[in-house]
């Protein structure tokens, strides 16, 4: 029963959150994926969410590791592949008992912790959630988002438009890159050895083991009901189950409660404790009553197994030219972007770098596309953490989508009042580029495009008119290099700020109504 309710929110909660990096029409509610991402124990712990965090402790203090069990995306992620194994497999899959690999725990739990306040790209790759995160936004949502596509392409031919056709893009190549190789290395951990990741590279599931073990309830052995048959220790993914010396590691167990399922003689519960057991009645105890008591099983040191653990670690080194760093603007040093735009709420280069995980979250539910992970624009130390670019979208003035998403609060909520001052960048005008004074034609799609009148038109010559832009008053949304027609290099651009500022309010023009006797003419 309790296997089956443990799977039962398992899969409801992962199917919650895959669904919310990959749903692009904005069907499922807002507040539930929000809280869905901030219950994560690594965004809570870098947005420093002293309720949520002391929360999972307690939890996991009274019921063990309930978050990797079932919270945990990744954690579900290797129960899919572990299932699929087991059901392909040609010969019946058998898990075997494995000591832990304490050492390596340890050293990965040290590593997130002191290399990620320098390098925060080691924590984006080690925590569970944002591996996961990168996964879905990379890699499941291009292929819903084709799905949908071959529906709606279906539904339209017989006269139903219950599904639309929307744009199937990637991105980034260097992150979908990162996501397949996190996939696939963790995968394979999954189909070989279960919960290998969790119980010997993940720096969540060290923390919360070590919390586990002192858990009230853990799933423990009868020792004078177990027979050692070993039917626990070959269905437990965690390897934490020893059926020789009756024995389970709390630290790596995840609660998945597969071995109480399997046990015939009901020797394991999940308990707080087990009953004591009785004391020996005087008549048992007298010498013409015999009592067969169970000899203890010799431990054999040579059929001890050793898990072989392989860690993916992903390595790139930049090459020439490996993506584009300078969005439309590549090709010359005068043109290039001296500053990567952050999303507005961001506050800083500095403070992003210090708090943002790249789950991708925001990337994937950027309405306009605006948002793409970056490669080196913020340096090594930011491979893959968001940034703004205007080749598919710009920053819509109301819209304050990312800010509202983001866990780890490496952007800032904002109100669309605060959104509006927000200057994440100024524009930059090139006279010699724009076509009113190349071709000399009208043109002003740039001035139309600004939402607060940064660009405005001002007599040219011959009845033309040029852009003319006011900096204080820009907030950097992209809406003017979005537009213009100028290629290669744009006729305007937007350059970003190391800290965001505060533009100076703008005031709308209005135009003036004039009465007209008559009809005018």
């Keep these: 029963?309790?296997?089956?309710?443990?799977?039962?929110?398992?899969?409801?909660?992962?199917?919650?959150?895959?669904?919310?990096?990959?749903?692009?029409?904005?069907?499922?509610?807002?507040?539930?994926?929000?809280?869905?991402?901030?219950?994560?124990?690594?965004?809570?712990?870098?947005?420093?969410?002293?309720?949520?965090?002391?929360?999972?402790?307690?939890?996991?203090?009274?019921?063990?590791?309930?978050?990797?069990?079932?919270?945990?995306?990744?954690?579900?992620?290797?129960?899919?592949?572990?299932?699929?194994?087991?059901?392909?497999?040609?010969?019946?899959?058998?898990?075997?008992?494995?000591?832990?690999?304490?050492?390596?725990?340890?050293?990965?739990?040290?590593?997130?912790?002191?290399?990620?306040?320098?390098?925060?790209?080691?924590?984006?790759?080690?925590?569970?959630?944002?591996?996961?995160?990168?996964?879905?936004?990379?890699?499941?949502?291009?292929?819903?988002?084709?799905?949908?596509?071959?529906?709606?392409?279906?539904?339209?031919?017989?006269?139903?438009?219950?599904?639309?056709?929307?744009?199937?893009?990637?991105?980034?190549?260097?992150?979908?890159?990162?996501?397949?190789?996190?996939?696939?290395?963790?995968?394979?951990?999954?189909?070989?050895?279960?919960?290998?990741?969790?119980?010997?590279?993940?720096?969540?599931?060290?923390?919360?083991?070590?919390?586990?073990?002192?858990?009230?309830?853990?799933?423990?052995i009868d020792k004078s009901k177990c027979n050692s048959c070993g039917a626990c220790e070959m269905k437990c993914k965690a390897a934490c189950i020893s059926s020789r010396q009756k024995t389970v590691d709390g630290s790596r167990c995840v609660a998945c409660f597969s071995c109480v399922d399997a046990c015939r003689k009901d020797a394991l519960k999940y308990s707080p404790k087990l009953l004591p057991k009785k004391e020996p009645t005087a008549a048992a105890t007298s010498p013409h009553h015999s009592v067969a008591v169970p000899a203890e099983l010799p431990v054999n040191e040579g059929r001890r197994r050793f898990l072989t653990a392989g860690m993916a670690t992903v390595a790139a080194a930049p090459v020439a030219v490996a993506e584009d760093k300078t969005g439309s603007l590549t090709g010359s040093n005068r043109y290039a972007r001296r500053h990567p735009i952050l999303p507005p709420g961001a506050v800083s280069i500095d403070h992003m770098l210090k708090h943002c995980t790249s789950c991708h979250l925001c990337i994937s539910k950027c309405p306009s596309r605006a948002l793409k992970p970056a490669f080196l624009e913020y340096g090594l130390a930011g491979v893959m953490q968001p940034t703004m670019y205007f080749e598919k979208g710009f920053c819509n003035f109301d819209c304050t989508v990312c800010s509202e998403v983001c866990p780890n609060s490496a952007i800032k909520p904002l109100t669309k009042e605060e959104k509006h001052l927000n200057q994440g960048g100024y524009v930059e005008f090139y006279r010699e580029l724009c076509v009113v004074q190349t071709d000399e034609t009208s043109c002003g799609a740039c001035s139309e495009h600004c939402p607060t009148q940064a660009?405005?038109?001002?007599?040219?010559?011959?009845?033309?008119?040029?852009?003319?832009?006011?900096?204080?008053?820009?907030?950097?949304?992209?809406?003017?290099?979005?537009?213009?027609?100028?290629?290669?290099?744009?006729?305007?651009?937007?350059?970003?700020?190391?800290?965001?500022?505060?533009?100076?309010?703008?005031?709308?023009?209005?135009?003036?109504?004039k009465e007209i006797d008559g009809f005018g003419f």
């Design 1 to 220: 029963m309790l296997r089956k309710v443990r799977i039962g929110v398992s899969a409801t909660l992962f199917a919650l959150v895959t669904f919310y990096f990959v749903d692009f029409s904005g069907l499922m509610p807002e507040k539930v994926g929000n809280l869905l991402a901030r219950v994560q124990f690594v965004p809570a712990a870098v947005a420093a969410s002293l309720t949520v965090l002391l929360t999972l402790l307690l939890v996991t203090l009274l019921f063990g590791r309930a978050y990797c069990s079932s919270v945990c995306p990744m954690g579900v992620y290797q129960d899919v592949v572990a299932w699929i194994s087991k059901r392909t497999a040609r010969r019946k899959k058998r898990y075997k008992f494995s000591k832990a690999k304490n050492v390596l725990r340890v050293t990965m739990l040290v590593a997130a912790l002191t290399i990620c306040l320098k390098f925060p790209l080691m924590l984006g790759l080690v925590d569970p959630y944002s591996a996961y995160g990168r996964m879905a936004a990379n890699i499941f949502k291009p292929v819903y988002m084709a799905g949908n596509n071959a529906l709606a392409a279906i539904f339209t031919h017989f006269g139903s438009y219950t599904f639309y056709k929307t744009d199937v893009f990637v991105a980034s190549a260097f992150s979908l890159a990162v996501a397949a190789l996190t996939m696939l290395a963790i995968g394979f951990l999954a189909w070989r050895h279960g919960r290998t990741y969790c119980n010997t590279i993940c720096p969540v599931g060290t923390v919360l083991g070590f919390v586990s073990r002192f858990s009230t309830f853990k799933i423990r």
């Design 455 to 513: 660009v405005t038109m001002t007599p040219y010559k011959d009845g033309l008119t040029i852009p003319h832009i006011n900096v204080d008053i820009c907030i950097g949304c992209g809406g003017c290099e979005f537009i213009c027609p100028v290629r290669p290099f744009r006729a305007i651009h937007v350059e970003g700020h190391a800290v965001q500022g505060k533009a100076k309010p703008f005031v709308e023009q209005k135009e003036e109504e």
